[in-house]
């Protein structure tokens, strides 16, 4: 049977386009990735790992966004100031989560102001007053040593009974950590000038002093300690995640210091414009509404603006009434905090 040359040349011609078409294609979707805007986000590793608050957003940003948001985790926000100290203009940083008001003065070089307007903080709910060009909150909470009732039936009421009972004790460093940072201040807040003769008083209980909050809490949990620097929402994780009530707060009747976790939008950012969009999305109820039982803090935005917490959450809210909640001025931690840790360390830590 005669078969056509033509129709032959024309099924390789068909062969060779297809070829052609899917070579093109792959170049076209390869060229598309790497063209993706990606948002690099420093923050500390709590926030970041699987089921935590930064894990519940990244595909709803990057869905919004349509980039890729790229989390670099370090084990507390006083690490992340430290490798911004270090890096400088070579931060790789568009954005940084995580760092608190206790650092922002001493952060504040290293970002930008947000630019989100001056009535964006008009929906806040927090125990403070918020008014900052550069440093956006997305949650806060209240300072606390937690404990265990069953291993500890009476935990302290006060700093004083603390100093005056023979309990095992795990805090963070200052120089690394926030809440060590938080734990310094609350004491100089408290006693002044006498903040020295108390931690000379504190030393002796401390089983170990780590450089960031993850590792205490682990510690706790394996019973290394009776009582653990960390904060008034903690037992509730344990509570509503685990069905387990035996873990509580100690709430001193000096008063309590309370922490605003925030973000920015750092210098080197080359996403800028990205950088901002995110910020508003973290304060936007559909992020908020995950703060509670992801980052187990309190949002920054009320149940009025469709933020529902646990009912757990109000009641140490309605707890916290009762007792002072305690603060130090941003510029006067930057101006003392040198100071403050030397007299931390004659100590002996």
Known sequence: MFRSPTRAK??????????????????????????????????????????GLGSALKPMYEDRCECEVI???????????????????????????????????????????????????????????????????????WFAFVYNKQTLPQAPNSFQELMDSPLRL??????????????????????GENAGEVWKKLFPKMVTVTKGWSEAYGLFLNGEADMVLSYNTSPLYHEIQENNKDYRAAIFEEGSFVQVEVAAIAKTSKQPELARDFLRFLISPAAQRLVATSNWMFPVLSEAQQVKKPEQFEKIRQQMQEVETLTIAPGLVLQERKEWIKEWLEAGF
């Open 71 to 141: 989390y670099r985790a370090f084990e507390d926000a006083g690490a992340i100031l430290n490798t911004l100290l270090i890096e400088q203009t070579q931060s790789e940083a568009d954005l940084v989560v995580g760092i608190d008001n206790n650092m922002s003065a001493q952060a504040k070089e290293f970002f930008v102001p947000h630019g989100l307007g001056g009535n964006y903080n008009r929906l806040f709910d927090m125990p403070i007053k918020w008014v900052d060009a550069t440093f956006v909150p997305f949650d806060y909470g």
């Open 170 to 191: 795990i805090i963070q460093d200052p120089r690394t950590s926030s809440p060590g940072l938080g734990l310094l201040l609350w004491v100089k807040k408290i006693y």
């Open 10 to 51: 024309l099924a390789q011609m068909v062969v060779v386009v297809l070829v052609a078409l899917g070579i093109a294609t792959l170049a076209l979707i390869s060229t598309v990735a790497a063209q993706q805007k990606k948002l690099v986000i420093y923050t500390y590793d709590s926030f970041s790992v699987d089921g």
